[in-house]
């Protein structure tokens, strides 16, 4: 399986961006897909995660911004992220969970994509 992430850039405060992190290859079924993110100096956190039954989980610092979305059809998750903040300047990874007969499931993660908000 693999996950290619797109989207990221330079934003001023206030912007937006939309990520998209798309899975390839052989799979079962994609349990969960979603995001964390690593600013420099900090440990990874989650930002938000969508289930194939659409239950969300989203933190607290980014809600009522970010909106986590999945597409079933083109195996695609989206990140849209509106009036982002300095803050929320970080590398972002793609993650999805994926469940196999044979092993349970599986955790990938994409490359990762840089997002910086600054003026």
């Known amino acids: 399986v693999q996950l290619q992430a797109s989207g990221g850039g330079l934003v001023e405060p206030g912007g937006s961006l939309r990520l998209s992190c798309g899975a390839s290859?052989?799979?079962?079924?994609?349990?969960?897909m979603g995001w964390y993110r690593q600013a420099p100096g900090k440990e990874r956190e989650l930002v938000a995660t969508i289930t194939s039954d659409d239950r969300i989980t989203i933190v607290d610092s980014v809600k009522g911004r970010f909106t986590i979305s999945f597409d079933n059809h083109k195996i695609t998750a989206y990140l849209q992220m509106n009036s982002l903040k300095p803050e929320d300047t970080a590398i972002y990874y793609c993650n999805a969970n994926i469940w196999y007969p044979s092993t349970g499931s599986v955790d990938y993660w994409g490359q990762g994509t840089q997002v910086t908000v600054s003026s």
């Open positions: 290859g052989t799979f079962f079924r994609v349990n969960r």
